[in-house]
């Protein structure tokens, strides 16, 4: 039978006291304290610290370690826990030290010393490093989901801009026409990565760590393939000490995270630079933007600086973990405390920045006369004439750059594009040119015979769109 909840229990330490408490005769000095109480970070394990200690006592119970009447004393008295932290009624507390701890000691103040048995059988390192994984396995579940509705928001609006013309760039400069739908199509295939490498490390992370106990294992007859099961795990790890001070999950995860936020960051920084008024690719509404506090005329790109620079966050989250890990030898050091908040930090950014990107996305209206006016600029169809005179005049490829680099010169003294370049001039630089040469100058047929697989002809394009809208999960 449980007790009140106003009730202390001979089980339940006394305040001040920790659960740990036996081989001590005083408590930890103040300052001890402060370094060592995690509860403001970790509390926010409380839901898979409930879920392993439901699967660690019904293992308990079914292998016959815990009486049927411990098990549902203890099973009622997580439910009441997790009623109580839903509430916000949960009395967190820092002489407790960490979510465990806390939620083991209220247990013994809800149902006395049957609260006692529960951790029969594991140890704070097991039990951390499962919560830990369930939290990470459950971030990148998030993640995913978040791409692939950034993904779904790409290809909305690359099928609305198949025709839409852009110049593309090398090193900032005009290089060759494209539209802007082969240009979202670029971060459909980056992101599609990065849903990849977020699936990976689920896959890798998905072993269960609870029963390793605190490093050599248990000699309970403990059953951890079952609480591995309850737990959605595929399988058991297989070596306690790996079990317990591995961490490379949660490095890979940031691994995945770091190279998201990189993907982000520069499709923000493109966002950035398309809405300035020098440029003109595209506007941002009232939704995605913000205004100056003293020059009215002002529309901002916030949303996506600061999407560009949570980027740094989680690379920084990724550099500190790697830090904390690389000098620690078998099996737990309390460094592992320090693992938790980098990667909190960093999922909070990621997710808050993906969703973020995929609002923008939708919101993006393309500046489409701009982009065209800017497509043929910088002589960007000048490729097309040397493939031009490859195809028409059978002329070998160093000698065409040759001509085109000449016709560039002299299209640039007169002051002209190439498209506007008579045949006279042409025909000066190279004889054999006919006026069938205008065909490919312009930046609408250069896009139009750009049809190898994967280039940026309406046509293919189309196909990757279908492609990616049929293989979407």
Known sequence: MSTKASEPTKSAPSKGQSLWGGRFETKPAELMQAINVSIGVDRRLAEQDLAGSRAHAAMLHK????????????AEGLDRIEAEILSGAFPFR??????HMNIEARLAELIGPAAGRLHTARSRNDQVAVDFRLWVRAACDRTTADLMALIRSLLAKAEANLTTLMPGFTHLQPAQPITFAHHLMAY???????????????????????????LAGSPFPIDRDATASALGFARPTANSLDSVSDRDFALEALSAASICALHLSRLAEEIVIWTTPQFGFAALSDAFTTGSSIMPQKRNPD?????????GR????LAQLTIVMKGLPLAYSKDLQEDKPPVFDAFDALELSLRAMAGMVDDLTPGTERMAAAAGGGYSTATDLADWLVRALDMPFRDAHHV?????????TLGVAL????????QAIEPRITRDVYSVLSPQSSVESRTSYGGTAPIRVAEQINRWKAALP
Do not use: C, H, Q, Y
């Open 303 to 311: 949303a996506a600086e600061l999407v560009r620079a949570k980027a």
């Open 94 to 99: 820092d002489e407790f030290e960490d979510i």
């Open 404 to 412: 085109t680099g000449r016709t560039v010169r002299r299209a640039e």
């Open 419 to 426: 498209a506007d370049l008579p045949l006279a001039e042409l």
């Open 63 to 74: 292998v016959g370690v815990l009486s049927s009447a411990d098990a549902a004393s203890i």
């Open 314 to 317: 989680i690379f920084g989250s």
């Open 188 to 214: 459909v295939e980056m992101f599609a990565r990065d849903w990849a490498r977020f699936k990976d490390a689920r896959a890798r992370m998905n072993e269960s760590p609870l029963g390793a106990a605190a």
